[in-house]
């Protein structure tokens, strides 16, 4: 299933610069470098310094990630051309392009998502089994796949609006708890009331769309009408009105299917980790998560989708370019 070389991964889509080496399905490095502190003062990535940050760390990490895994070059380079901020993608796949040429190996264009479709190989102890659902939920994206096979999928429900990642993000900013907001929430909630305050859950009856910005919009309203806001319980109340619908629809999605994945950022939120665990192990179903570091984004994920790819005889020419926006091949 996997390529048999070791595959050097890229991944510059947002605001991480990450490169990594997988042989096979181990990960023999991964290396992230956040920009985190940079957007934080800002609330949020600025797409012109997230590309100039990628521009800084772009050598140095992926020098790193070679050296840690004692190689001196790869047999392949995978790299995340879309989608993505285009300004951010378009310094990860020159660099990619540059070393592909330079060191004369194959080269394959990688799909963002289908990179976190593959995270769950991360985990060693993993054999993972197709056909199986997917839920992938990050700050730009919230869909329910059926993965009929490697690198083959069926879009079963995507979001109207705002991803479950930004409900975080933007309810985190109201709530003064700073950027990136996943973590902050799940952290400030952990001793809060999650029935304290009354938030929306939106289309509660409709299994094939989500939609969270009415969320901001209730929080907002709160923040704005308590003189006392209790944050804790706001945060709590927040995750309960994101994790609620996402584990509902999840769920009745599955019919009966034998496996659910959970991937992207949100994927370490350890409310939803725990629900839908609970809820496969109630239906007897397998769950694959990945591993914390290899949920929010990263490119040993994007190497082992690339190597996938490059086991199937696909490569990329040097025609392909950064995408800000496409479908999931
Ligand atoms: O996959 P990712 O790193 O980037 C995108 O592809 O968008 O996802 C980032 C998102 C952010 O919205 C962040 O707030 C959220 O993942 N996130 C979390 C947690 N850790 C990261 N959301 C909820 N709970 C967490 N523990
Ligand atoms: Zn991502």
């Not at 209790?230 to 994101?242: G, K, P, T, W």
Request: proline share 5%; aromatic share 6%; with cysteine.
């Amino acid at each position: 299933m996997f390529f048999t070389g070791k595959v050097l991964g890229i991944e510059t889509s947002c605001d991480e610069t990450s490169a990594a080496i997988v042989e096979g399905k181990s990960v023999l490095s991964n290396v992230v470098a956040s920009q985190i502190e940079m957007h934080e003062k800002w609330g949020g990535v600025v797409p012109e310094a997230a590309a100039r940050a990628h521009i800084e760390s772009m050598l140095p990490v992926i020098q790193e990630a070679l050296d840690r895994a004692n190689i001196k070059c790869p047999d392949a380079i995978a790299i995340t051309n879309r989608p993505g901020l285009v300004g951010a993608l378009s310094v990860g796949v020159s660099a990619a392009k540059a070393l592909a040429t330079g060191w004369n190996i194959p080269i394959i264009a990688v799909h963002h998502l289908e990179g976190h479709l593959f995270s769950i190989w991360g985990d060693p102890a993993s054999e993972i089994l197709y056909p199986h659902l997917a839920l992938i939920v990050s700050g730009g994206h919230t869909e329910l796949v059926d993965v009929v096979a490697p690198c083959q999928y069926k879009i079963l429900a995507e979001t109207r609006d705002d991803a479950a990642g930004e409900a975080f993000d933007k309810g985190a900013r109201l709530l003064g708890l700073g950027y990136p907001g996943g973590k902050a929430i799940q952290d400030a909630a952990e001793s809060g009331n999650p029935s304290r305050y009354d938030l929306p859950i939106a289309l509660s009856n409709d299994p094939t769309s989500f939609s969270f910005s009415g969320l901001k919009t209730a929080m907002k309203n709160l923040v704005s009408s308590e003189t006392n806001l209790n944050v804790a319980d706001a945060a709590a109340s927040l995750q309960e009105a994101i994790v609620q619908p996402l584990v509902s629809k999840t769920i009745s999605a599955l019919q009966d299917r034998a496996a659910l994945a959970l991937v992207g950022g949100v994927a370490a939120n350890r409310l939803l980790r725990a629900r839908l665990a609970q809820e496969c192990k109630r239906l007897g179903c397998e769950f694959y998560v990945p591993p914390i570091d290899l949920c929010t984004d990263n490119a040993a994920m994007i190497a082992l989708a690339g190597s996938a790819r490059l086991a199937k005889g696909e490569f990329s020419d040097f025609t392909f370019d950064a995408q800000p926006n496409a479908p999931l091949p």
